[in-house]
């Protein structure tokens, strides 16, 4: 079984981005399949549950946030059925984004 969650923290502010939507989807022949939406705790955290071996996106809801650059960041990614558990979280600022793989 492997698992995957996100973090979004809002670096412009220094705390976490608190009811940002975010979209969960997977790599499907004709593009991708939106298969959760889910919206980011207190804390900025979103737990998405299991998922399987394959290629996936995040799709964060940045405009709606409130960042005026960037109205939407998505982030593809490959999932390995080997590991348990997938984090990737987003850094946010008003001019500029970062992601990597946590733990």
Same mark, same amino acid.
């Given at each position: 079984m492997t698992t995957l969650s996100s973090h979004v923290l809002d670096t412009?502010? *220094?705390?976490? !981005? !608190?009811g940002m939507r975010v979209h969960l989807s997977s @790599? !499907? &022949?004709a593009g991708w399949d939106r298969i959760a939406d889910v919206v980011? &705790?207190? &804390? *900025?955290?979103? /737990?998405?549950g299991e998922v399987t071996e394959g290629? $996936? @996106?995040l799709g964060f809801e940045? *405009?709606? %946030? *409130?960042n005026k650059l960037y109205p939407f960041v998505h982030v593809a990614f490959n999932? &390995? !059925?080997? @590991?348990?558990? $997938?984090?990737?979280? /987003? /850094? /946010?600022?008003? %001019?500029? %984004?970062?992601t990597y793989r946590g733990s």
């Open positions: 412009g502010t *220094g705390q976490p !981005a !608190a @790599r !499907a &022949d980011t &705790d207190d &804390d *900025g955290r979103c /737990l998405f290629v $996936y @996106r940045t *405009g709606e %946030y *409130g999932v &390995d !059925a080997d @590991r348990d558990h $997938y984090h990737v979280p /987003l /850094l /946010l600022s008003p %001019y500029g %984004y970062s």
